[in-house]
């Protein structure tokens, strides 16, 4: 076997090799020596991602919620008092809200004019200030609890009246129902947000298709920071996957329904991090090694060109990755005679640099160490080492650039409807930190920082 006989020679002259070969048969073939290959699995590959927090920055300004109040309390009300043996009638009609914020509530303050009839019509001014503790529901509702109205005048006839008929109350009352059952829906907002998020992303890469997933597990929110405006922070905690080739997702009773929200003490603000796990089978990777190959082909030798390698396969071993490729082609001239034909075998482990997935410590088994220390008699046997590690490279940016789209623009968008709400999403950063070899796949992951932000009203109006 060529492995074999060439292996006592060393780095000799072209001429030494021409007689050693000149023994052999025409038709030389080496047995195949190699790194055991992992039973095969019928399973997919498995991203098995780790939960993170797509962190959800909401801000509703102070002129959105005073539009939302005047839109859910009466503008205008009436009703009758008894007076000196007869009832009397009075109406009213509230002004617009004016918002504040003070010791952590929300501070509403409005002016009533009011038509009395007391011995005669009197026109009367109210001043409402009502106060309330702004929550979120587990219905995705801001809400105002612990509301208190008070109504009170300067007009002394007014406060006779009040004490006779208790006019106060007759406006207190319909405010403080209404204000009570008041709700701001931000369902749509977040609604929309973990839809798109839920929503599977097909990923063109080469000839395959890769699928991006952030399946939407939970919902967190933050307490509520007021700051002429209510700010909170949601965290939508998801579960993040890449898959190369694209694999059919489980059907799932509750995809697309929003699970409600859960009141947490503390969520890490600004920007989050999404670690993505992204599993490509090892296919993937000996067709990114064949697009090196000229016409399946792949000649190295300057010395004799008719000698080339084809057919890469790549699979795992003991953590590492092996890389066996088929060296054949005719060895004529100076006395050789032969024609070369079988598999060398090449073995490292897998790591990312720039986002390009590469094996540097590719190195030849002991066996076809010794047939390429015998080889570099007639050419460099190291180029064979050097071309398949450059051929061995599997540019992931493609996969990466799927997932900042997937975090970035799916995360801008506006609601629908009257309530108006903006939501941008924006990408910071991407990062590798880490490559693992599995028996049936490759698992590399990939860390996202990105930031999201809602606003309402929208901040460009």
């Not at 108006?420 to 490759?442: K, N, Q, W």
């Amino acid at each position: 076997m060529v492995d074999r006989v060439v292996s006592h020679f060393g780095p000799i002259a072209p001429i030494a090799l021409a007689f050693a070969l000149a023994a052999l048969p025409a038709c030389a073939r080496f047995g195949p020596v190699y790194p055991s290959r992992p039973l095969a699995s019928p399973g997919s590959p498995q991203a098995d991602p780790d939960p993170a927090r797509v962190v959800l920055h909401i801000a509703l300004g102070s002129r959105a919620l005073a539009a939302a109040l005047d839109d859910a309390t009466p503008t205008t009300g009436e009703g009758t008092f008894p007076l000196l043996g007869s009832d009397r009638h009075y109406t009213w009609e509230r002004g617009p809200f004016g918002v504040e914020f003070a010791q952590g509530r929300v501070v509403l303050t409005t002016k009533v004019a009011a038509v009395v009839d007391l011995l005669k019509p009197v026109r009367a001014s109210f001043a409402v200030r009502v106060v309330g503790e702004p929550v979120v529901s587990a219905a995705y509702a801001v809400r105002l609890q612990s509301v208190e109205v008070s109504v009170t005048s300067t007009d002394t006839s007014v406060k006779l009246a009040d004490r006779i008929a208790d006019v106060y109350a007759a406006i207190e009352e319909p405010l403080t129902a209404r204000l009570k059952d008041f709700a701001y829906d931000l369902r749509p907002l977040v609604g929309e947000a973990s839809a798109r998020l839920a929503r599977p992303l097909e990923l063109p890469v080469g000839d395959a298709t890769a699928c991006a997933r952030l399946r939407v597990l939970e919902i967190e929110a933050a307490p509520t920071v007021l700051a002429d405006g209510i700010e909170k922070d949601l965290a939508i905690v998801v579960a993040p996957s890449v898959t190369l080739p694209c694999v059919a997702a489980a059907e799932d009773d509750d995809a697309g329904r929003l699970p409600p929200l859960s009141n947490v003490a503390a969520l890490t603000p600004g920007p989050f991090t999404v670690t993505v796990p992204i599993a490509a089978k090892y296919d993937e990777l000996t067709r990114a090694m064949s697009a090196a190959f000229t016409g399946g082909r792949l000649y190295f030798s300057t010395d004799y060109p008719a000698l080339y390698l084809e057919a890469p396969e790549v699979y795992e071993s003991q953590g590492a990755l092996v890389l066996k490729m088929h060296l054949r082609g005719a060895v004529h001239g100076l006395g050789i005679d032969a024609d070369l034909d079988g598999d060398i075998y090449l073995v490292g482990h897998p790591s990312v640099v720039d986002n390009e997935l590469a094996v540097p410590d590719l190195e030849p088994t002991i066996e076809t160490r010794s047939l390429l220390l015998s080889l570099k008699a007639m050419t460099d046997g190291d180029r064979i080492r050097d071309d398949a590690r450059k051929a061995l490279r599997l540019d992931i940016g493609a996969r990466l650039h799927g997932v900042t789209d997937k975090l970035g623009p799916e995360l801008t968008f506006r609601t629908p409807g009257p309530a108006l709400a903006c939501v941008a999403g924006h990408v910071d950063r991407v990062a590798v930190t880490g490559v693992f070899a599995h028996a049936d796949y490759l698992r590399v992951y990939v860390a996202v920082t990105g930031r999201a932000r809602a606003t309402a009203p929208c901040e460009t109006e």
